[in-house]
């Protein structure tokens, strides 16, 4: 029996499990740019002389942010996009998906720029993960990934960042955060509505499309990306919580939509509570911080 489209009874290519409906290609596309839109404009007007920088890995949900932006902003004259990929210095990996990349960029005509680790920081992920710390590489490449995207960022003059987080990356942190009791990263999730002097704030266009629609997304629009998964990842904390909502997700298919929705509800309350502090400007970077010296620097230190 072929199942049918709800919308206009031709073959559907999906079941979307949290709403019971079939989707066809056409209105399976439609279903995930109205929710990009919709929350875009839910995260800020958008003016003119804006220029967004995207974060571009070349995997699928930076990849599919990239396109959504271009077909969302790219015929407002007065807008400018950017393409920002970080190069960590992981051979077999980011040397694969940078071609992919600029690749998309060429297609689009997004200027595309990149920084490295190892112009940036002064050592490449390889190299960091060959001194074994016990920190652990994701602690090492969070931070530094979040230095180069910000002074990039600001080298260029953006004044939005996109990056690809998705609804699973999001119920994965904030139920991170909660059990972490740590409220004040909590509060701080993007995107973010007030601008601290010297950070670049955070626009997340997939934040409520699930992996699965992004990469299915990915697939129906012909958008060629990188499918591959980070070596250092398996490591990774995060997969332990990522296993934790796939489960409860099988018996209950809205579960990762109620994660992010509850935290809605509460955003505003933590930001009262945990209110963004003052900076301070790092001895050593000049990067924002509100220590004497920045994560970044200090894990630099460590290093080296």
Do not use: W
Request: proline share 4%; with cysteine; hydrophobic share 35%.
């Amino acid at each position: 029996m072929t199942l049918r489209c709800l919308k206009c009874k031709k073959p559907a290519i999906t079941f979307i499990r949290y709403s019971g409906v079939h989707l066809c290609k056409k209105h399976f596309i439609e279903f995930v740019e109205q929710r990009v839109k919709k929350d875009i404009r839910k995260q800020g007007k958008t003016t003119d002389h804006t220029i967004i920088g995207i974060a571009l890995s070349g995997g699928k949900d930076s990849t599919v942010a990239l396109h959504l932006m271009h077909e969302i902003f790219s015929k407002r004259p007065n807008l400018t996009l950017y393409a920002i990929t970080v190069d960590e210095g992981i051979v077999g990996y980011r040397n694969k998906s940078l071609p992919i990349a600029q690749k998309n960029c060429k297609k689009l005509g997004i200027e595309h720029h990149v920084i490295s680790f190892e112009d940036a920081i002064g050592k490449t992920m390889d190299e960091i993960a060959s001194l074994h710390d016990k920190l652990g590489e994701c602690s090492y490449c969070g931070v530094f990934r979040r230095f180069c995207l910000n002074i990039k960022s600001k080298e260029l003059g953006v004044n939005k960042l996109v990056t690809g987080h998705n609804l699973d990356d999001m119920a994965q942190s904030i139920l991170m955060n909660f059990t972490n009791g740590d409220m004040q990263k909590l509060a701080r999730l993007g995107p973010h509505t007030k601008i601290q002097p010297g950070l670049v704030p955070r626009l997340l266009p997939l934040r409520t499309i699930p992996e699965k629609e992004s990469m299915l997304y990915a697939i129906v629009k012909n958008i060629e990306f990188h499918n591959a998964e980070c070596p250092y990842s398996m490591r990774a904390l995060r997969g332990s919580y990522r296993e934790i909502i796939d489960n409860l997700v099988d018996s209950t298919p809205g579960t990762r939509y109620s994660i992010l929705n509850s935290y809605e509800s509460i955003k505003m309350m933590l930001l009262e509570q945990y209110p963004a502090i003052k900076l301070n400007i790092c001895q050593t970077c000049g990067e924002p911080t509100s220590q004497q010296s920045c994560k970044a620097c200090l894990l630099k230190k460590r290093i080296m």
